[in-house]
């Protein structure tokens, strides 16, 4: 998310991150209403343009990221520590892996 996006795309997925944290009932919120508040405040109009809706846009642009950046953290967390300890071959796998084999037929298994 190097470059920023309109307030409009970075309001709408702010609030799609909300809905995935929240659920359906997300417009009832104190989060939903001070996030909605802000952008309204924000806003530019024709006769309004100041430094500090650039800064705002900047502050809520990486809020964005924050807030996805936790949940796909959170996802990767829940999928990869869940299980508790791995063997050596399931954690090989997991990467792609295989354990060599000796020529005898027996692998590096514990």
């Given at each position: 998310m190097a470059a920023l996006s309109s307030p409009l795309r970075v309001c709408?997925?702010?609030?799609?991150?909300?809905?995935?944290?929240?659920?359906?009932?997300?417009k009832r919120s104190l989060a939903y209403n001070y996030i909605m508040e802000q952008f309204r405040k924000n806003k530019v109009t024709g006769e309004r343009y100041c430094r500090a809706q650039h800064e705002s846009n900047h502050d809520s642009h990486t809020y964005l990221c924050l807030l996805a950046s936790t949940r796909t953290h959170m996802a990767l967390h829940e999928l990869y520590h869940s299980k508790g300890e791995h063997?050596?071959?399931?954690?090989?796998?997991?990467?792609?892996?295989?354990?060599?084999?000796?020529?005898?037929?027996?692998?590096?298994?514990?």
């Open positions: 709408r997925g702010i609030l799609k991150e909300l809905r995935a944290i929240q659920g359906p009932d997300y063997s050596t071959k399931s954690a090989a796998a997991m990467v792609g892996l295989r354990l060599p084999t000796q020529p005898g037929g027996k692998g590096w298994e514990k």
